[in-house]
């Protein structure tokens, strides 16, 4: 059985950072992208950073700069470093292996 499970989300002020986790079982996780998403209210899910099994990377425009993707395959975890985080980061965040979703960890960032 998949488990995808991710923490380290909080509240933090524009500008601070942030490192999600996500700890990924029952898979084969050096063979799989995995894929950070996050879904603001009202909006609709989008992709914010992936990691590719060879470890090539790739991020949304919106993100660029600022987060940073990155895995330990030994730890069956992937990480999303976030830094200089803006008000409009605000989302629940989602990791995706595999068609296996986590249950989401919230990010506000707030003055």
């Known amino acids: 059985q998949v488990q995808v499970v991710e923490s380290g989300g909080g509240l933090v002020h524009p500008g601070g950072s942030l490192r999600l986790s996500c700890a990924a079982s029952g898979i084969l996780f050096s063979f799989y992208a995995m894929e950070w998403y996050r879904q603001a209210p009202g909006a609709q899910r989008e992709l914010v950073a992936s990691i590719a099994p060879g470890g090539g990377t790739n991020y949304a425009d919106s993100v660029k700069g600022r987060f940073t993707i990155s895995r330990d395959i030994a730890k069956r975890t992937v990480y999303l470093q976030m830094n200089s985080l803006k008000p409009e980061d605000t989302a629940v965040y989602y990791c995706?292996?595999?068609?296996?979703w986590g249950q989401g960890t919230q990010v506000t960032v707030s003055s």
């Open positions: 995706y292996v595999n068609k296996n």
